[in-house]
């Protein structure tokens, strides 16, 4: 199967794993596809695996199996499918199943697609993956490892935090609505973690991850940084990690995955225009 025919999975189940976030749970006959496709991206080693979800038309027929090569080709470009970016939370290669955490935030024109998706998601429902990619894994060699997110990283930051060995040190601050919001990391690692409650603020309209990072008491050796989230951490907590506390690049991952005020469409064309 060529890359441009994305794996089809089925819906097993889903798990409201906190009031912003949803599991979805896949597996089925795809999962064979997407798991050659796992393994053979640097052997899996990426804990930052992420794949694009395809949410296909209405009113058009699609080639089967889906090839996006065939779709852009031969059909308008209305029936164009729109692609989400998510992290793979977790494969479990003996229970053939795939998680991805959604954030969600009701329904309705400023909910997106992909959340509204999980929300109504069933048993049965069928999801197209595009990919995976990868970008990011901890660096054993670092002395320390920060990660600071809202919701929207936590499924990264989770794989990466449950991925660090024995003996590893790290700290975590992620930005969420309240106290119910808060995760418990699955780790053998050392980590001190900070949990930034809204208490009822809009996303992204505080300042909370940018004014804990800067009043932490920074530990000596090399930092390996992982800054994702709502885009103006890039404005914020990755200069002051980068020039004030030195941060090397190579041992800085920073990506915004979405921006306040923006719709999907209109922050996937900003974030074009910051690569240009």
Do not use: C
């Not at 929207?152 to 700290?171: K, M």
């Not at 053998?188 to 300042?207: N, Q």
């Amino acid at each position: 199967m060529s890359k441009s025919q994305p794996a089809l999975l089925t819906v097993l189940r889903s798990e409201q794993i906190a009031p912003s976030l949803r599991r979805i749970v896949f597996g089925g006959a795809g999962f064979d596809t997407y798991l050659q496709r796992h393994l053979a991206l640097n052997d899996g080693r990426w804990t930052d695996t992420y794949v694009k979800l395809v949410f296909l038309r209405d009113g058009f027929d699609y080639p089967e199996p889906l090839d996006l090569d065939i779709v852009r080709e031969q059909l308008p470009p209305e029936a164009a499918p729109v692609l989400r970016t998510y992290t793979i939370r977790w494969v479990d290669t003996e229970a053939r199943e795939v998680a991805i955490d959604f954030v969600v935030h009701g329904e309705g024109p400023d909910a997106g697609i992909a959340g509204p998706w999980a929300l109504a998601a069933q048993p049965g429902d069928h999801m197209h993956l595009r990919g995976p990619g990868g970008a990011f894994a901890p660096d054993p060699t670092a002395d320390w490892h920060l990660f600071v997110g809202d919701e929207a990283a936590i499924p990264a930051i989770s794989t990466a935090i449950e991925a660090l060995p024995a003996g590893a040190r790290a700290v975590a601050f992620v930005e969420v609505d309240g106290q119910v919001d808060e995760m418990v990391w699955a780790t053998r690692a050392t980590v001190e973690t900070h949990w930034l409650h809204r208490d009822g603020a809009e996303r992204g309209t505080t300042t909370l991850l940018d004014d804990a990072v800067r009043g932490w008491d920074w530990w000596p050796g090399r930092t390996q940084a992982f800054i994702h989230g709502e885009s103006a951490l890039l404005k914020s907590v990755r200069p002051y990690v980068r020039n004030d506390r030195g941060v090397g690049r190579k041992d800085l991952s920073v990506s915004a995955y979405w921006r306040r005020g923006a719709t999907e469409e209109g922050f996937r064309q900003w974030k074009s225009q910051q690569a240009t």
